[in-house]
């Protein structure tokens, strides 16, 4: 049976720090730990969206891609489906304002949860980036190159976790959102967004199951003393 | 089919720094994610050692007690003993000694692991502390209302965990070591040793399952971001 509590993630964030972006997992491994979930590609290829079972890219140019089963990522949270009904969104609502809601409605500071809001967007801001190659460049260099990308009038999907501030570093501190519009013209990283309507779901995930790439030599050999991790999610994330 | 390389951990070490102190699973519960681990009971009763399926409390005088499947901790790590043999012990090792000698052996800085390490010890220093009332003072007042034991010629077991740094607050970042006499003479976490002879046997565990009290009202309540979270580590553990 699956476990309903799990966020399972592949990889720290932490790795991608100093550009250890090599894919170590492929998503047919990855989704069976979860059927939902956000994550990047191999050589940091795209942001990935993954709902209901199934993987989207959005590349480097913005366009959404269906994934197959052979794609690696070096970096994924995925778990189970088994959302709660929050609210309804009725009045505007940007990304902060949404958050901070979320956030008030209950003690869940100290635990894993994952959002899953879907509904209809005045406007959305994302970005996404494309492949790169070895040597790779750090994280902070990469997010100097990333495509920003703007949506009006679109139905989608705001998909992503919250991590308690302890797990910054191996996780993104606090709320990590990407977004895939139904249609499939939009979608990334989520830099913000005008919320006009829609139904905003939490799950309680009060388990991280954290899988280390522990067979790749770059990940094992690696001195993180030296990388500003949360300086660095901080400026990249 | 237990999963040799998962290492459980219920609780953080975080939530011990201010005092978060309750014991909120039991050891039958506990027992389920594995036969080998450390910890400490409810009200910080004690230093807890778990070797084959069978748990060990040192208490706060230096008595070693065995448990029953309903003593409550807040905080434990447990995994599936599948231990490797790393090396025998022949010279004299300290405890830094014997940790820098299995730190140069591979590259696991970046991932869990554990150490299981019988043999005969000219010295053993350990400590434990006895159960606390509340209000639960915080961990640096208990770590000066500590007791430290001391024995000479011990036939024992260490055990424990390495975690990377990049979890120090989640876990102790490095060394996180215990003791059990095999007459159970004298046990505890551990200060220091010098070892005799014996044999080090080490596991790698690169998927830590990062179980949160999500029940307990007051860790879901705290604030943390008041607590120096590793200056207490550093300080009491």
């Known amino acids: 049976m699956n476990n309903a509590s799990a966020l399972y993630q592949y990889g720290t964030l932490a790795m991608l720090v100093p550009g250890l972006f090599e894919g ?6 990855l989704l069976k730990h979860g059927d939902t979930g956000i994550g990047t590609g191999d050589g940091l290829d795209g942001e990935l969206v993954i709902l209901d079972d199934k993987a989207y890219q959005i590349d480097g140019d913005g366009k959404v891609n269906e994934l197959d089963k052979d794609f690696t990522v070096p970096f994924a949270n995925v778990h189970f489906a088994s959302f709660e009904h929050l609210m309804n969104v009725h009045a505007l609502y940007n990304m902060n304002d949404l958050e901070e809601k979320i956030s008030s409605s209950q003690d869940w500071q100290n635990t894993f949860f994952s959002v899953r809001a879907h509904g209809t967007f005045k406007s959305v801001d994302t970005r996404s980036i494309s492949k790169q190659s070895k040597p790779y ?7 100097h190159n990333q495509r920003e990308f703007h949506g009006e009038d679109v139905e989608g999907t705001v998909i992503g976790y919250f991590s308690p ?3 910054n570093g191996a996780a993104v501190g606090g709320y990590h959102l990407h977004f895939l519009a139904d ?11 005008e919320m006009v309507s829609g139904d905003v779901k939490v799950q309680k995930l009060d388990e991280l199951v954290q899988k280390l790439p522990s067979k790749n030599e770059d990940f094992m050999k690696h001195d993180f003393s030296k990388d500003d991790i949360a300086g660095a999610i901080g400026e990249a994330e």
């Open 24 to 29: 170590t997992l492929t998503l047919e491994e």
């Open 137 to 143: 460049p750090t994280l902070v260099e990469c997010a």
């Open 165 to 167: 501030q302890l797990f």
């Open 183 to 193: 249609d499939k013209s939009i979608g990334g990283h989520l830099l913000n967004f």
